[in-house]
């Protein structure tokens, strides 16, 4: 298993010879998606979801009903390599095993509408690791690595502590990190790890292009 942050909320997840890359959105390389398997976009926000992006790799794009309504409209070209999936549902790329979770976009403020949302808990042979998106949904399972958002407009430090404390991944991966400068990613970091370590458990952020 080789799991590579790669700008913002992407991740690359190699396992078993299959390739997934997870939300390769505006703050990513476009190149991020290159000899993927498989395109997993957990909603339709620009830091997630980029069409010329997704038509630099020839994969199936597993994402959900919002997002494919926006690559109907603005990306027709890409609609045959559309996979929709429903909050719950399972699904399979080649040695890795994957499943919809949620189904709502945090709220960013109560006078907005919540768009549509869902993570991905994916399986590589036994090992499980979770995506949330732009939410605070849980995978409602016990996971070994939480990909946690860090920064948001939507998001408090105070929300990202409680829930990887309420996910109790013993690893957790720093996702969502291009909102704040690195003065405040740091002491984002010192928070969390503050907070989880005495739990057992760790807390990495990584540079763009490392792997876990």
């Known amino acids: 298993m080789r799991i590579t942050k790669l700008g913002h ?18 703050f990513t390389a ?12 957990t909603h339709e926000h620009p830091d997630h ?16 009903e919002g997002v494919a309504a926006h690559v109907r409209s603005d990306a027709p070209d890409l609609v045959e390599r559309l996979q929709v999936v429903a909050p719950g549902e399972s699904f399979t790329v080649g040695s890795i095993s994957v499943r919809a ?15 549509t949302n869902s993570g991905y808990l994916l399986d590589l042979g036994g090992t499980k690791v979770f995506h949330p998106g732009d939410a605070l949904t849980g995978p409602g ?22 829930f990887a404390r309420e996910v109790g991944a013993p690893r957790n991966l720093a996702i969502h990190d291009r909102v704040y400068s690195e003065a405040g990613l ?27």
Request: charged share 25%; aromatic share 4%; net charge negative.
């Open 9 to 26: 909320a992407c991740v690359r997840i190699e396992h078993e010879g299959t390739t997934v890359v997870l939300d390769p959105g505006g």
């Open 30 to 41: 476009p190149d991020a998606v290159d000899g993927a398997d498989a395109v997993l976009v």
């Open 49 to 64: 979801y980029v069409a010329d992006t997704l038509r630099r790799a020839d994969a199936p794009v597993h994402t959900i």
């Open 101 to 115: 979770v949620g189904e709502l976009h945090a709220v960013i403020h109560p006078e907005l509408p919540r768009i």
């Open 141 to 162: 399972e016990p996971v070994d690595l939480l990909l946690v958002p860090v920064s948001a407009p939507w998001l408090r430090v105070a929300e990202a502590i409680d």
């Open 186 to 212: 740091g002491i984002v970091d010192g928070h969390l790890q503050r907070f989880l370590e005495p739990a057992g458990q760790t807390y990495t952020r990584l540079p763009d292009g490392h792997d876990l």
